[in-house]
């Protein structure tokens, strides 16, 4: 075995930025604060195959990348995307956008409502690469929310046609959100997520789109976010939806309406900033936190994109009372010994002092419920309006592998 380092001292230092003065010079740049776009973090959702060409060029023209992807390289995904089978699909990511700019990329084998809000928080642009129509509703909300742009970017997995999209959601910037033309009958008739290949789930067809027009749509994303941080055409970006019909050789750009009557409701938030630590705080000392700062008794605390299971269940049968969010481990059978999983139908997101109590969680540290540092947990009262509180911190990030093993 022999172990090399995945950059030369050359690529980290002068080779690199003398690279970059020719990316400066393109029109995307020209004109605008290129070194604020090297300042840019991208937060990239999804590493399939949009998300990882997006995470590389951007790390190739000088910004920062987080990636949040919970799953692992498949046989399947080797015809449209570079990762590696049995690997996570962030840890290689993360490892190859080093190799290209080393300490550029950053990431979380975890789906992204379960690592925190702060780290997104940290991210200036956030791209929406998942098949997964669930995430729009919430990452609109959080847009709106911590008011950063948001990149919805997907290709048609119908294998009928080469089209791919780019939508940029924007509403605290005054422009129209992904939202906006959604009416109550789209959230209830809302299509579940795409099965990737190679899933157990005969119902619906694979997602077949090729790497041709995920390049292009990869590229076009990274471009309006180019221009929509150095300030190039920026009013051509926000509120905008960018079709590439490859199918038929076009590319069509619409402008979205924003609705005052908007589902989301456009809201900014303030967030307290609080003392409590998820190792250390626990359910009672947000309450006592909110109770103080509201002045008001706390009907409910919401665990903000972490509901709590309440119940796990075995395959034997068995179901017991237990209590932690999908990213804790569900606790063994005390019957056969066997991993339980959670009951996910009894979960909920809004626990009151008086269900905590009962169910022997008050005292409890608030990561050992699956709660991560840096999360949003909101406050509801009677008369007073939500009151956002953040946990302590940010959940660590994905390094790079060191060092590559040579065979
Ligand atoms: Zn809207
Ligand atoms: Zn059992």
Not at 54 to 73: C, I, M, Q, R
Not at 101 to 118: F, L, N
Not at 245 to 258: A, G, K, S
Not at 286 to 305: D, G, K, M, N, S
Request: charged fraction near 20%; hydrophobic fraction near 40%.
């Amino acid at each position: 075995m022999v172990s090399v380092r995945s950059h030369t001292a050359d690529e980290s230092g002068a080779g690199a930025a003398a690279g970059l003065a020719r990316v400066a010079q393109t029109h995307n740049f020209r004109g605008g604060d290129f070194a604020r776009w090297t300042r840019t973090c991208l937060a990239v959702i999804g590493a399939g195959t949009i998300g990882w060409r997006l995470a590389e060029e951007a790390v190739l023209s000088g910004a920062h990348v987080t990636v949040f992807d919970p799953d692992t390289g498949e046989a399947v995904n080797r015809g449209t995307q570079r990762c590696r089978v049995g690997v996570p699909k962030v840890a290689a990511l993360v490892t190859s956008c080093d190799a290209i700019r080393p300490g550029h990329a950053t990431g979380y084998c975890h789906d992204v409502r379960q690592v925190g809000m702060r780290a997104l928080q940290a991210c200036d642009i956030w791209f929406d690469c998942t098949d997964d129509a669930g995430l729009a509703w919430a990452l609109t909300e959080l847009s709106n929310g911590l008011a950063r742009p948001l990149f919805r970017c997907a290709v048609d997995g119908s294998g009928e046609l080469e089209l791919g999209r780019v939508l940029c959601s924007s509403a605290a910037s005054g422009h129209a959100c992904q939202v906006c033309a959604y009416s109550v009958e789209h959230f209830l008739g809302r299509p579940a997520r795409t099965p990737c290949q190679g899933e157990l789930d005969n119902s619906r067809p694979p997602t077949i789109a090729g790497g041709a027009i995920a390049a292009a749509t990869a590229g076009l994303a990274l471009s309006l976010a180019q221009r929509l941080v150095v300030g190039t055409d920026r009013d051509a970006v926000r509120g905008h939806e960018y079709v590439l019909d490859w199918t038929n050789f076009q590319m069509i750009q619409l402008r979205l309406e924003r609705s005052a009557d908007c589902l989301s409701g456009h809201h900014v938030w303030e967030c307290l900033e609080t003392n409590v630590t998820a190792e250390r705080g626990t359910l009672r000392e947000l309450f006592w936190v909110a109770q103080q700062t509201l002045a008001a008794r706390v009907t409910a605390l919401e665990t903000y994109l972490l509901p709590l299971n309440v119940q796990a269940c075995c395959e034997c049968g068995m179901v017991r009372d237990a209590v932690g969010s999908d990213r804790a481990v569900a606790p063994a059978c005390p019957r056969c010994g066997r991993a339980m999983s959670w009951l996910t139908e009894t979960q909920t997101e809004l626990m009151c002092i008086e269900q905590a109590a009962r169910l022997g969680i008050l005292d409890c540290a608030l990561n050992a419920l699956g709660l991560p540092s840096g999360a949003l947990v909101i406050a509801h009262s009677e008369d007073r309006p939500p009151l956002r509180m953040l946990l302590v911190g940010c959940e660590p990030g994905m390094a790079a592998e060191a060092s590559h093993d040579v065979g």
